[in-house]
């Protein structure tokens, strides 16, 4: 059984450490226009954020738990545990998970994952709505909240859920004080310990958090989704309330390794919801039309250095702005999580690079997504 212990993990080295040089430091000189851009990683224990005002802090980067589930392709059992070790022994102490993902898959798998570990227990978060079929307002009923939530408790192995997110409601929800009135009850009851969102609008995010017990809201916010910035973010760090980056990777276009030719398999939403045929189309590819990524990264890679993953980049860009709290890249491999962990320890971006990016992002992309989410 592996044991886990925080600082002084055993186990293959993380891949991470391979861009270290034996100093421990690496230097992307051209990254920003200071003379070098460092990464640290001494060990495995990250720097934490506070989540909010609620109290908990969570590590900058946390893991994504979706593609563990489904809709991604075929993620084996084995792939799945050696992925989710592979980010806690990097230090992530956050995990976003949800009740459908593989219609309970993701949670179960990562309750096996946490049954094997040592040390403290990282943050579980998980959503809750998208079971109702159909997929209705007059259906987040206190009932079938609480009966989701017991769910939820028995697939994660735990009599109190750390975070329980209304999982893209319809809009009508935020307008329904009842069903936060529900969710403070089952605070109350202590089955979760606190609750928030996930939205699909800037506007949703604004409306759900005048609630007071809304703790988090989860938008996706990243080079190619800009509009949260503009108003959203920081009116939630003003009020204490954690934001969970989600989509961080525009669903694997920001790592710039896609083409015209990639191809996806298909039970992956990045073939089978291109258009939003399944689902809302701003969860595939962040919403941009696939041709015009593919362009825009080709001008976004024109602008970074070539010795930083772009991926690692992306990742740094959402950590500039201090009202993140975490930001959850999804990953299909071990690789792929250690390789995430180490956007925390890249230097800030230049104010020449970020003024870059939000130039590339208004020419490029913004036509295609800013007014619509
Ligand atoms: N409605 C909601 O609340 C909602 C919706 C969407 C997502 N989420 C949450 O947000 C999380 C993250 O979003 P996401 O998973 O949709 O998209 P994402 O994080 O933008 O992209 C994840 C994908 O990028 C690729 N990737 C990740 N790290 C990489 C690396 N270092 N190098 C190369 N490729 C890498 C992998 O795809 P391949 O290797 O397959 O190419 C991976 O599956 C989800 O897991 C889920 O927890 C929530």
Redo the contacts with the bound molecule.
Sequence with gaps: MRRWRPGRQTGPAPPARQLLKPDGIVKYNRLCDKPALNTRRSNSVMEQRPFGSTGATVSPIGF????IGGN??DVSDDAAHATLNAALDAGMTFI???DVYGDGRSERLIRAVLDTRDGPRPFVAT?LGRRLSPHVADGYTADNLAAFVDRSRENLGVDTLDLV?L??PPTEIYYRPEVFAALDRLVEAGSIARYGV?VEKVEEGLKAIEYPGVASV?IIY?MFRQRPASLFLAEARRRGVAVIA???????L??G?MSADTHFAADDHRAFNRHGEAFDVG?TFAGVPYDVALDAVDALRALLPGDV?M?TVALRWILMNEAISVV??????PE?AT??AAAVDLDPLSPALMAAVKTLYDERIAPHVHQRW
């Design positions: 994504g738990a979706w593609a991604w392709g976003d998970t949800a959503k997110q999982h893209c996930s989860q990243n989600r989509v961080p990777l525009a669903s694997g920001l790592t390794k969860e993953p991926a959850i890249p999804g990953a299909r491999s792929q390789a995430n």
